[in-house]
């Protein structure tokens, strides 16, 4: 079973950048499309960007053109640079394969835009 463990959030101001960062053990990422998704006080947790075994992204409209996924297979990490943020980016953010697997969820890790 896989284990990922997401880290690199903060607190950051408006228009500022972040660089998530996502640690598998346990498995081998790179046999996997991987996502990440975040999930807001509140709300559920939504698809933020994806990328395919091939190295093709997709992004939710939310971010498109602000956050790009990117994955290193030989160290098993799967990143998110998050560049231009915004108060509605804040939210705990995940890593997991995509779609998703419901079994191997970790803590996440918390951004906060905000002044």
């Known amino acids: 079973q896989m284990q990922l463990v997401e880290s690199g959030g903060g607190l950051v101001q408006p228009g500022g950048s972040l660089r998530l960062s996502c640690a598998a053990s346990?498995?081998?990422?790179?046999?996997?499309?991987m996502g990440w998704y975040r999930q807001a006080s509140g709300n559920q947790r939504d698809f933020v960007a994806g990328i395919t075994r091939q190295g093709r992204t997709d992004y939710a409209d939310s971010v498109k053109g602000r956050f790009t996924i990117s994955r290193d297979n030989a160290k098993n990490t799967i990143h998110l640079q998050m560049d231009n943020l915004k108060p509605e980016d804040t939210a705990v953010y995940y890593c997991n394969t995509w779609p998703s697997s419901a079994t191997i969820w970790g803590q996440g890790t918390q951004v906060i835009v905000s002044s």
């Open positions: 346990g498995g081998d990422s790179s046999r996997w499309a």
